[in-house]
């Protein structure tokens, strides 16, 4: 009979052999959990030896030991996977109890709009009648609306030295914070595929018709509520945008709480617009309920209290009343509200940029997303989840992109308090050239404690702005990451290289396209949604002549890519990169240069590509000219900023390198842009004899096969011209495929929608294969549709999902798909139309 051993949690475990209980003592179990401790799974030579080394397990059978590990082991994969299941119990019971708090909120909206739109009906009835309304109800119940949906309060003056007078302002700001956090203060929408779950980001919502932008994120994490306070109170760890945050002045409260008086500096994100400041009362306090809220608004004349620092660096913004509420969970953890609402005062920034500026969801992202994004991400790296390879913790790994992005931002804003001024420029303006010779710039942390050379004596920054129509970011700064050898110069790469060595290296001529360059991209971390990953570059070095024998030797780069994350609305991207050595010590010095792209149509469609796309310098469109509406489709600002190292005798030379080698990479980037942007709205309508004929042949077996005419009753007595122009028109897309039984199917022709769903052109059509455009619903349906369609010549298909050329989901409602027959009767291809697609 085989044996085995049972656990008891009140006696020794025991063991069954022969039809009888052997019961461990309690020496037996420490020895035998002594050796599990260190070795789970121990071999058979393992527990002979343990026998022997032991003496009261002298009288258990080997056989008797291996069984009692392998209970254990038992034992020890159920209790995990308890906790693990108790873990996601958890957190869907506190999902549960967001969403149904979520959707108390909405019933409230729900209820709210239904009263305003019986009013609305009411006023439209009423006005039908006469030509105008003056009644003093109707005039105090507009009034009353409009104050509902823009709350503007106007107070006293306050005595700004009085505590109990901020106290007051804290109070009302707190009650406008929850109002907004929990209720029906602002029209929230939520954002598109921000869908909450126990393992998502969690409910991200923007603003609708509200003073200002804003943005509203709740979410769970596995943190007690201070720590969560104390990480978001930190706004420079988690905020790439912010440049610092100053606590001018503590005041406690009688209630246990701080009011604290903060001036926060915010980075521009482009060269042309300035930077922005908030001067705020900031109030934190526990509630009734054990939550614990931080909260905080402007200071200003309408509110009271006293005046802040001011900057000529920096314009002055206001901040509505923001915050987060952290609430306890049963069993640890916290829910977090989280509301941004800002007013960045747009009036002092050029029209091409508002949109970045009006922009919930830029503002979403940038902010309230990262927020949380930060704290779930120091969640799973504090519960040991998260494991990063190299043997760097995870603190060190975020300083190092925090050093990466503040760098960057430093040298596209060029403070002159950090030490920068411009510099003369040659006669054009497309390049800003800036110095900075200051001793405190390269004490920062950002930099390293001892960045400069012995033949060093400042840096240089050359930076440039553009403006960019129809190019995807994300594919634009994937392209930027994966193919550097496209826009950079290897020469240019090494003297930057070679700041960080004692012997200085020649200032190089640019050479365009530079010298091919093999790659090697080393990943060293990434956060939790993917949207971000820190990673070393090496450069393989070369050398084709004796004067080039400083490029051979290998060159290491520090590399941070983010807003890669494919499901991110309305976020930037930026690749920002800066020379390392190989010891690539922790507190190494980082002097970052890179590229940032940012999206600016956020309030027009996305998924609209009907215009033609077009490549120019943002410089042009700052002059006011009258735009048309191909011009304005689909627009992205880019920020280039490069930062070389010089000395006093070469100042100049790095200064003409610098403007030279920007300007090269501006050509690279318009070339690459030109390649990888999607362009179907500027294709032409084909007109060959080939195309007429095709386009025949695809109506007249439509009309056989179905029975009804593809556009219209008089479809068939049009022209071979006016079919070709209906089909091309017509608003579902319409698609040929190759027809062959031994090679996989490719798409041999598309009207104008089809190009714009694949998002491709005519020419590039023809390497698309169809088993890689329909998903696997797609395919199983077409499959058990083919024999249908080559007998009876069509067939109908479900609504469902495909995938265009950039990997972009888009769904339709209805296919159909029918043989397509040449004059001689003979199959020529398949023809889809696709009715009522749209991108996912």
């Known amino acids: 009979m085989m044996a085995h051993s049972m656990d ?17 003592t309690p020496e037996q179990v420490e020895a035998l959990e002594r050796v599990y401790a260190e070795c789970p799974k121990p071999s058979s030579l393992r527990r002979q030896q343990l026998i022997r080394e032991c003496p009261i397990l002298c009288n258990i059978e080997p056989r008797q030991i291996k069984v009692w590990f392998q209970n254990r082991r038992c034992r020890e994969k159920q209790r995990k996977e ?27 909206q729900v209820s709210n709009l239904v009263y305003e739109n019986g009013f609305m009906k009411h006023r439209i009835h009423t006005a039908s009648g006469t030509t105008t309304d003056n009644s003093c109800e109707s005039v105090v119940v507009i009034g009353q609306q409009r104050q509902q949906q823009n709350p503007t309060h ?171 509420l952290i609430r306890p969970c049963d069993g640890g953890g916290s829910i977090i509200h989280i509301v941004d609402h800002v007013d960045l005062d747009v009036s002092s920034v050029p029209e091409v940029l508002r949109p970045l500026y009006e922009s919930s969801k830029i503002l979403a992202q940038k902010m309230t997303v990262a927020a949380l994004r930060h704290v779930r991400q120091i969640a799973q790296e504090t519960s040991g989840e998260v494991q990063y390879s190299g043997g760097r913790q995870p603190a060190v790994l975020r300083t190092f992109s925090q050093r990466l992005c503040r760098g960057f931002n430093d040298a596209v804003n060029g403070f002159v308090d950090d030490g920068w001024s411009p510099m003369s420029s040659d006669g054009a303006e497309d390049i800003t050239i800036m110095i900075n010779s200051s001793s405190a710039k390269f004490a920062g942390s950002q930099y390293g404690s001892s960045f400069l050379p012995s033949f060093g004596s400042g840096v240089l920054c050359a930076k440039a702005s553009m403006l960019l129509q129809n190019v995807p970011p994300l594919v634009l700064i994937r392209f930027l990451r994966e193919h550097r050898a496209e826009w950079a110069d290897y020469g240019v790469d090494a003297y930057s290289a070679a700041s960080l060595r004692a012997t200085p290296f020649t200032v190089p001529c640019v050479r365009t396209g530079g010298f091919p360059s093999n790659q ?49 609305v309305g976020g930037c991207a ?47 469109s700052l002059d006011g000219s009258t735009k048309t509406d191909s011009e304005t489709n689909s627009r992205l600002v880019l920020t280039i900023a490069f930062q070389f190292t010089f000395d006093n005798h070469s100042r100049d030379n790095v200064a003409t390198m610098a403007r030279q080698y920007v300007r090269n990479v501006v050509g690279s980037i318009q070339r690459v842009a030109l390649a990888i942007t999607p362009r179907p709205g500027s294709m032409q309508l084909p007109t060959s004899p080939e195309a007429l004929t095709l386009v025949r042949w695809i109506t007249r077996s439509y009309s056989i096969h179905t029975g009804a005419d593809l556009f219209g009753a008089d479809s068939q007595s049009c022209g071979g011209d006016t079919l070709l122009k209906q089909l091309w028109n017509h608003s579902d897309a319409i698609l040929c495929c190759s027809l062959k039984t031994n090679a996989s199917p490719v798409f041999t022709f598309a009207n104008q929608a089809g190009l714009d769903m ?30 249908k369609i080559m007998q009876q010549g069509y067939a109908n298909l479900p609504a469902g999902i495909c995938v265009s050329s950039m990997g972009r989901p888009v769904s339709y409602e209805q296919a159909t798909v029918w043989k397509v027959v040449d004059d001689n009767e003979s199959n020529h291809c398949l023809a889809f139309i696709l009715v009522n697609w749209s991108f996912v």
């Open 8 to 24: 008891d949690r009140d006696s020794p475990d025991k063991g069954f052999d022969s039809g009888k209980y052997v019961r461990y």
């Open 82 to 108: 308890s906790a693990r299941l108790q873990t996601v119990n958890r957190k869907l019971s506190a999902m549960n109890k967001l969403l149904m708090e979520e959707n108390d909120r909405l019933q409230k």
């Open 154 to 324: 106007q107070h006293p003056q306050r005595d700004a030295n009085n505590p109990a007078n901020l106290l007051s302002i804290a109070e009302e700001t707190l009650a406008e914070f929850l109002c907004k956090a929990t209720g029906t203060a602002v029209d929230w929408v939520q954002m598109i595929g921000m869908k909450p779950g126990p393992d998502s980001i969690g409910i991200v919502a923007v603003s609708r018709n509200c003073s200002g932008i804003a943005a509203r994120a709740c979410g769970l994490v596995s943190l007690e509520p201070m720590k969560v306070a104390e990480i978001l109170k930190d706004r420079p760890s988690w905020f790439r945008d912010c440049r610092c945050v100053e606590t001018l002045n503590v005041i406690p409260t009688g209630n246990g709480g701080t009011i604290e008086l903060v001036n926060t500096q915010i980075y521009a994100p482009t060269t042309l617009a300035a930077a922005r400041d908030f001067w705020t009362l900031r109030y934190s306090t526990s509630l009734e309920d054990g939550s614990y809220v931080v909260c905080e608004r402007s200071l200003t004349s309408a509110t009271g209290g006293p005046n802040g620092p001011l900057s000529s660096s920096f314009v002055r913004a206001k901040m509505l009343s923001s915050g987060f």
């Open 520 to 568: 090697v991209i080393l990943p060293l971390a990434q956060t939790l949604e993917h949207e971000e990953f820190l990673e070393v570059v090496r450069l393989g070095g070369h050398a084709y002549s004796p004067e080039d024998m400083g490029l051979s030797r290998d060159m290491y780069l520090l590399q941070l890519c983010s807003g890669v994350d494919e499901n991110v």
């Open 574 to 620: 930026q690749l920002v990169f800066a020379p390392i050595d190989e010891s690539f010590a922790d507190d190494a010095p980082l002097l970052p240069s890179g590229f940032r792209v940012i999206p600016l149509d956020q309030k027009t469609n996305p998924n609209d590509h009907q215009s033609a796309s077009r490549t120019r310098d943002l410089a042009s």
């Open 758 to 787: 694949l998002e491709t052109t005519l020419v590039a059509l023809q390497d698309i294969m169809l088993d890689k455009t329909l998903d696997d619903s797609g395919r199983k349906a077409l499959c058990s549709e083919f024999a």
